[in-house]
């Protein structure tokens, strides 16, 4: 019987170096194996689901700009989820400056659907996440996402933010203890 | 206060779905980056290693070998006139040695043509006829043909046939043709564990002809070449190449005891009359008086030992059964060579000679607006397509898309569609389509669950190619599913599996069917035909073959069960 089993690792590698020499195929398979994590990261931090795409879709063309430079020491998924959050820090500081975020922190991301087989949905949980998340300071939604969903330390997420491992920490426990009791007073109504 | 692990519980439930829209739109972009970057990509270093086994003496060798499989079953490939006949076999002369096994079909526990290749010389036995051995001459274009068991030895006479100046098609490496088409790609398969040996895959195509070749990735050497054209698919395996060989076992000379024949093969195009006679022969003087079981290539493979003996039992003359057998020829040719539009149909399995009503074969020919069918009385008529017969099986699904969304879920989730064929033989054929949408990541195994635990899996296949499964406990199968190809947007998966007829509760209006999916599904339907000799009818309107009793969505959560419906058939009349 044929075998399709590999480490996730090694099928990584695999992914990169043929997107080195440019597979398309192996490109494709990239973003079909993460774009949903990648996607809700993005939307997690930045609340609208179109920006969040617009996130995902620089990822992945500048994944391809840098491939050929690109060693995967870790995951590719850490990789790419790094990347994400770099590049939405980038959109959210740029609408920041032309004052076009923030203006009420209570919105929820952007939800829309489509016809059921071409779905572009955004399940209760992540719209509950999402409106709970929008309500924190981006630097803690960045930290508490990195952390929790992308499972990155927090020595990582400090080296990739340029903060002190401390400052990530109490970012994380002052994001977290706001989202608690922003989801217990959600569960109290 | 809610604690940590439900902050996570909640992230890891969130769930974003992309639309196809937004997947194209980012793939297109990426892709057009990666050209413009990597203007070298098809011929990168993948490229490279896909020439190198290219060059290599053994693709040839074993492309040539598949062509000249058919050889003795009068078979050839068609290229552009011009090209000779030598040219075809210069990769066979150019070689050393060789062993290969090829296998025509899907069904790798099929026949087996194994051949031993020295110089211009092969050495051919079939799995399911051990005691006929052929040595085919290349250089000299002759056949030797062995029949232990009756001290046979047969020249065939394969020189002759060029010697009617542009008219024989000759045959030219396959790949080389390939790679000299405008339209030829080559797609990397990358590195996969195939049969407990590490191997490097490429699929060519261009629109005619499609070839995976999978290599040592050290040697850079193929051990396994897949070829699809049109309706047939080759599959070479177990290639060795300059494999120590006794020069005596090629020699052209008949050995001490054998009673000497000779004749010519020819290998001339055949048209729709000879495939019709050759019908009428297989019916009349080989079946019983029944249509065979199939008219591919493959399928006559597999039965071409009991053709042999039952020709030998019908009292022929030499000259009579050597005529019988170039009408064979010629009718399998022109399934070898279908120059149709689109694929052939056959539906004549079991079906009598001379019965006018059914049809058994049909096709468009080349510029045609119309369908030749021919019936069960062997007559032909034209038929607009739709008007065509009811119950010709769905084609299985080979677009591609752009894959299936992966998530943390375990599970695979779909849509299926199932067709339900009642035959004559208290079986029913079922063509399950699952079409995946949602599986978890990286997860190659899937497991299915057959609504009837005494049904039985016959085949599964993910674009055409066979995918390996392995029956679990009743009812339960695991498939080792072709992650690549899933990935890639072949996400429609056809499992073909068989039920008794006995095994469905009656009921006063014919039967109640259990409703269940192989794998959670959002959607299912359920459609049933009935052969025309089943000897049932649909209660409600005779005159129709098939039916859809159910077609439903699962509300909520994805599904297997959708309970039960009737099917409201009667005995004929």
């Known amino acids: 019987m044929q075998k399709f089993f590999w480490p996730a690792n090694m099928e990584d590698k695999l992914l990169v170096l043929r997107c080195k020499r440019g597979s398309k195929v192996a490109l494709t398979q990239v973003y079909q194996k993460y774009k949903r994590d990648l996607l809700l990261l993005a939307v997690a931090l930045l609340k609208d689901v179109s920006i969040a795409e617009d996130v995902v879709h620089d990822v992945f063309v500048r994944f391809v700009e840098d491939v050929h430079n690109f060693r995967l020491t870790g995951s590719l998924k850490g990789y790419l989820l790094t990347c994400t959050a770099n590049c939405a820090r980038n959109r959210n500081r740029a609408a ?94 | ?61 074993a492309a040539a070998a598949v062509i000249i499989i058919a050889a003795a079953l009068g078979i050839h490939y068609i290229v552009s ?27 790798e526990n099929g026949p087996v043509i194994h051949d031993m290749v020295m110089g211009s010389r092969i050495r051919r036995t079939m799995s399911n006829a051990p005691d006929v051995v052929s040595i085919i001459d290349l250089e000299t274009g002759r056949i030797l043909v062995l029949t232990a068991s009756s001290r046979d030895a047969v020249y065939i006479d394969l020189k002759s046939l060029p010697s009617i100046p542009n008219y024989l098609d000759t045959i030219k490496n396959l790949i080389t043709k390939l790679q000299e088409s405008p339209d030829f790609s080559v797609e990397e398969l990358g590195e996969q564990d195939i049969a407990g040996q590490k191997l490097i895959g490429f699929h060519a195509t261009n629109p005619k002809l499609d070839v995976t070749i999978w290599a040592d990735p050290r040697t850079a ?146 510029d045609s607006q119309t369908y030749r069918v021919i019936y069960g009385d062997l007559r032909v008529e034209d038929v607009v397509p739709e008007n065509l017969p009811e119950l010709a099986l769905p084609e299985e699904k080979t677009d591609k898309g752009v894959g299936y969304q992966q998530w943390s879920k375990s599970e695979f989730v779909g849509n299926q569609e199932d067709l339900w064929r009642i035959t004559a033989s208290g079986q029913i054929e079922i063509l399950s389509d699952v079409t995946i949408r949602k599986g978890p990541q990286g997860i190659a195994t899937m497991s299915i669950t057959l609504p009837y635990s005494s049904g039985t899996v016959q085949s599964v296949t993910v674009a055409n190619g066979p995918v390996p499964f392995a029956q679990k406990d ?54 049933v035909a009935l052969t025309p000799d089943c000897g049932l009818e649909f209660s409600k309107d005779p005159s129709r073959k098939q039916w859809v009793p159910f077609t439903g969505n699962s509300l909520g959560s994805p599904g297997t069960r959708f309970g039960s419906c009737g099917i409201e058939v009667r005995k004929c009349n």
Not at chain 2, 81 to 104: E, H, N, R, S, Y
């Open chain 1, 96 to 189: 920041f400056i032309a004052g076009s975020v923030e203006a009420n922190p209570k919105d929820s991301a952007c939800f829309r659907s489509d016809e059921p087989a071409e779905v572009v949905i955004c399940n209760e949980q992540l719209q509950r996440l999402s409106a709970a998340m929008a309500q924190l300071p981006y630097e803690q939604r960045e930290v508490i996402m990195l952390h929790l969903h992308a499972a990155m330390t927090f020595d990582t997420i400090a080296k990739s933010q340029e903060i002190s491992v401390n400052t990530a920490k109490s970012r994380y426990r002052y994001g977290l203890d706001k989202l608690r009791l922003i989801l217990n007073h959600e569960a109290e109504k």
């Open chain 2, 1 to 61: 206060m809610i604690p940590e692990e439900k902050l996570k519980t909640l992230i890891n439930q969130s769930q974003v779905l992309t639309s196809s829209q937004t997947d194209e739109r980012i793939i297109a972009d990426a892709v057009d980056r990666m050209e413009e970057l990597i203007p070298q990509c098809s011929s990168g270093a993948g490229r490279n290693l896909w020439r190198i086994i290219m060059k290599s003496p053994i693709v040839k060798l």
């Open chain 2, 81 to 107: 006139p011009g090209i000779t006949f030598a040219d075809v076999v210069q990769p066979i002369l150019d070689a050393k040695t060789a062993v290969l096994d090829i296998i025509v079909g899907q069904d």
């Open chain 2, 221 to 366: 050497l193929p051990v396994r070449i897949e070829q699809i054209e049109g309706q047939l698919k080759v599959i070479c395996r177990n290639v060795h190449f300059d494999v120590p060989m006794d020069q005596s076992l090629f020699s052209m000379e008949v050995p001490e005891g054998y009673k000497l024949q000779q004749t010519a093969l020819d290998l001339m195009g055949s048209t729709e009359q000879d495939f019709i006679e050759g019908l009428r022969i297989r019916a009349q003087a080989l079946g019983d008086g029944t249509f065979p079981e199939g008219v591919a290539v493959e399928d006559y493979l597999k039965e071409a030992p009991a053709i042999g003996k039952k020709i030998g039992e019908l009292g022929l003359s030499e000259k009579e059964q050597s005529e019988l057998g170039m009408k064979l020829a010629k009718h399998l040719l022109f399934i070898r060579f279908f120059k149709g539009e689109g694929k052939w149909h056959y539906q004549g399995r079991g079906v009598k000679l001379g019965y006018a009503n059914m049809p058994i074969f049909w096709y468009r020919p080349k």
């Open chain 2, 474 to 527: 009743g009812g339960q199968y695991q498939l080792q599913l072709p992650l690549e190809k899933l990935l890639a947007g072949h996400t429609n998966i056809r499992c073909r599996w068989t039920l008794s007829l006995d095994q469905l509760e009656k009921a006063d209006y014919g039967y109640q069917v259990t409703l269940q999916s192989l794998i959670p599904v959002v959607s299912y339907k359920l459609t």
